[in-house]
């Protein structure tokens, strides 16, 4: 008998896992965003031009307060992370994905 190995969100961002600054908030089939307070900040598959990177949310993050995340759906994996303190983007979910 053979076994399938599955590597989802949950093995490629462990819970608790920070997220590295340099990520590009982009994944080019499926969602990646930044939200504050629940409202959507900016949406990296949607808007036009250079996409940007968490870096650069987490230096408007610093000047305003507020809950940001950066949210991740793809095929096969998803993520969440959460804005915990400087510098500091905690993974808080992550999952399977989509398809």
């Not at 076994?3 to 969602?31: A, E, K, M, W």
């Not at 650069?56 to 610093?62: K, R, S």
């Amino acid at each position: 008998m053979s076994y399938h190995l599955n590597t989802t969100g949950t093995s490629r961002n462990p819970i608790g896992s920070i997220c590295p600054l340099d990520i590009v908030v982009q994944v080019g089939f499926g969602t990646a965003k930044i939200t504050k307070n629940w409202q959507t900040y900016y949406d990296g598959e949607t808007e036009v031009g250079e996409p940007k990177t968490l870096a650069e949310f987490e230096e408007i993050a610093q000047q305003e307060p507020g809950n940001w995340k950066l949210i991740m759906e793809a095929p096969l994996w998803e993520a969440i992370w959460e804005r915990q303190d400087t510098n500091k983007w905690v993974c808080i979910k992550a999952g399977k994905g989509f398809a």
